[in-house]
Structures are given as structure tokens and as C-alpha cells.
């Protein structure tokens, strides 16, 4: 079936310019994840929705970062004001479970990232 | 946060097993080891997770010892698209809004270069 998908794929964006990043979870997850991935480095926890709620946006690295999911499907993460320090990979990640507990699992599956640039 | 630790790289000739280490000794009892590969240029690629018994699946074997304090990935015959940056991560619970996720902390990775 369909994974996660991201769109667009690579954006160049002047600095101070907002941008719109889109991400597109596997149907019926209930769990979405946003991640940056900065050159040479490993994925960074950026912000958790289960459904349309927002429940940790404590990775945001400034409050020129904005995330949402309306409907409980997709999201977007919006960067205003960009700035050099903000190019990065940003991922983002599904997953199916409502609930968690200690000896239940919840799989993340990733889509391929939006490679973001801004000069 | 339970952390893991990871070589740096490592290398596999084609054909052989890949055994990819990872020592976690701060986990805890409910803390499952998740292990992700990311193929450059893509979004990483779930491998295999497991609690406290081995797993295996279409992709790998898992072996978590007794204690738990570390675990081993294991390719039984690395062929060259499995040259990737490979994670171990220790999946934690987080309290957040009044229920709680399992959140993956990503370190830098075990960079394996498979060879002909």
C-alpha cells in the first residue's frame, strides 16, 4: 500500500520567505511526527499530533516553526521567516496505534523527506 | 533518556554477515530497541524491534541479551543496497497531553559500507 508521502521534495527559499512543508501519513494513522534532519547528523524529534491534536511540540526549535493536521490526516509544518539554520532534511513519520503502553508497540514508518535550502 | 552507543562505521564484505552492535545499558524494562536504516537521500527505513527475545524477519535477526544492556542487528548476507546509516534506538514513553507515545531519540548511527 501507499507509505508516507512528502511534497514538495526539495525547496529553495530565500531567507526571511515562509514556507510550507506537507506531509501525507499512511491512511488511518492516528499518530504523525515531524522531524529535521540537519547535514551529517541523525533525525530530530520536532512535534507529535494524535489525530488533529497537537500533544508535544516541545522539539520546535523556535516560534517561527508552526505544525498542524486539522482533520486528523495530513499536516503541515510551517517555517516563517527563514532563516540559514534552518536548511535541513525534514521528515515526517506515521504510525497506527491510539494508544501506548508499556508493553505495546507503535511502529514509525517515514515518508523521504523535504529537503529544505535557504539562501 | 535511555542512550545508545554505536561504532562509527563499519565495513562487510557482500555475501556476509553484517553484525551491527549496540549497547543501551541505562534501558528500562518497558523500553523496546527499534532499529532503522537511512539510505542516502531517503527517510530512514524501519528494520526490526524487539523487547527481550531475539526477532527475526524478512530483513534481519535481532539478538538482545539476556540482561538487555546491548544488542547486536544482524544482515546474514549484506549485499551492496544495504550500505546505509543504520540506527539503535531505545523507544521511550512519553507523558504528553494527557496520554503518552512512544518517542525515538535518534543518535548518530553505525555507517555500514558493504564492498564486493
Known amino acids: 500500500g501507499a507509505g508516507v508521502s512528502q511534497s514538495p521534495r526539495y525547496k529553495v527559499a530565500k531567507r526571511g520567505q515562509d514556507v510550507a512543508l506537507r506531509c501525507d501519513p499512511i491512511?488511518?494513522?492516528?499518530?504523525l511526527f515531524w522531524y529535521q534532519q540537519a547535514l551529517g547528523q541523525g533525525p530530530e524529534f520536532l512535534t507529535y499530533f494524535q489525530n488533529e491534536a497537537q500533544l508535544d511540540k516541545s522539539g520546535l526549535p523556535s516560534d517561527r516553526f508552526f505544525a498542524e493536521r486539522p482533520e486528523g490526516s495530513v499536516s503541515t509544518l510551517k517555517i516563517q521567516r527563514t532563516q540559514q539554520e534552518d536548511s535541513a532534511v525534514y521528515l515526517c513519520?506515521?504510525?497506527?496505534?491510539?494508544?501506548?503502553?508499556?508493553?505495546?508497540?507503535?511502529?514509525?514508518?517515514f515518508g523521504p523527506g523535504t529537503r529544505l535550502t535557504v539562501l | 533518556d535511555a542512550k545508545t552507543t554505536q561504532p562509527t562505521s563499519m565495513d562487510c564484505a557482500e555475501g556476509r554477515a553484517a553484525n551491527l552492535p549496540c549497547n543501551h545499558s541505562t534501558i528500562s524494562g518497558n523500553e523496546y530497541v527499534y532499529w532503522y536504516r537511512q539510505i542516502h537521500s531517503q527517510g530512514p527505513q524501519y528494520i526490526i524491534h524487539g523487547l527481550k527475545n531475539n526477532e527475526t524477519n524478512e530483513m534481519a535477526s535481532l539478538i538482545i541479551t539476556e540482561d538487555r544492556k546491548s544488542s547486536t542487528l544482524i544482515l546474514p548476507h549484506a549485499t551492496l543496497r544495504d550500505t546505509a546509516v543504520y540506527y539503535c534506538?531505545?523507544?521511550?514513553?512519553?507523558?504528553?497531553?494527557?496520554?503518552?507515545?512512544?518517542?525515538?531519540?535518534f543518535g548518530q548511527g553505525t555507517i555500514l559500507t558493504v564492498h564486493p
Open positions: 534506538i531505545v523507544r521511550v514513553a512519553v507523558n504528553a497531553g494527557g496520554t503518552s507515545y512512544g518517542k525515538l531519540t
Open positions: 513519520a506515521s504510525s497506527s496505534r491510539r494508544m501506548y503502553g508499556p508493553f505495546n508497540t507503535d511502529t514509525q514508518y
Open positions: 491512511s488511518g494513522h492516528v499518530s
